[in-house]
């Protein structure tokens, strides 16, 4: 039973356009997440994050969304760049747990 | 100021063989959680402790276990392993954003191969 899912194994982007890495969540108790970069042999670095309460957070070019009617969130990345190549995953959390659970991840290409 | 760290970087250890993992939190920083993440996976909890008592567990057999000492670092055994149990072991410290959750930070992880 996945409650994270990050249906797309990789997505390749052209330098200076836009990335939108997409998650879905099934489990209503979960009320913040997380995204999180992860390059080969390292562990995984935290990005950004968003409670429930919000539907939109930005830090410099990295925006989260979430619409909870639709149990969805999107990471935007804008403009890319081809440091930006790693592996992302999305993750959440529900109340006062400190649990994460985690996606698969999606492998990003930022092609130059 | 230090993130986490987490020693050793690599083990190789043979079936049937105890392993421990260590990891020290962010100064401040009271919970640890423990991770563990195969290939083609995201990370999988298996324990969190705060303020040495565990809060969390997994789904993991008994022959993990874990501890957290009163500086708040952190050891995670594992006995009598398996070749499953290869993976790269993470260790996360958490701090409260104020906004409603909690961000957690990993280390650099420990890499176990067990043959």
Known sequence: DQQVKQNSPSLSVQEGRISILNCDYTNSMFDYFLWYKKYPAEGPTFLISISSIKDKNEDGRFTVFLNKSAKHLSLHIVPSQPGDSAVYFCAASGGSNYKLTFGKGTLLTVNP | ?115
């Not at chain 2, 050793?8 to 063989?17: A, S």
């Open chain 2, 1 to 115: 100021d230090a993130g986490v760290t987490q020693s050793p970087t690599h083990l190789i250890k043979t079936r049937g063989q105890q392993v421990t993992l260590r990891c020290s939190p962010i100064s401040g920083h009271k919970s640890v959680s423990w991770y563990q993440q195969v290939l083609g996976q995201g990370p999988q909890f298996i324990f969190q402790y705060y303020e040495k008592e565990e809060r969390g567990r997994g789904n993991f057999p008994d022959r993990f276990s874990a501890r957290q000492f009163p500086n708040y670092s952190s050891e995670l055994n594992v006995n009598a392993l398996l070749l499953g149990d290869s993976a790269l072991y993470l260790c996360a410290s958490s701090r409260w954003t104020g906004t409603g959750g909690y961000e957690q930070y990993f280390g650099p992880g420990t890499r176990l191969t067990v043959t």
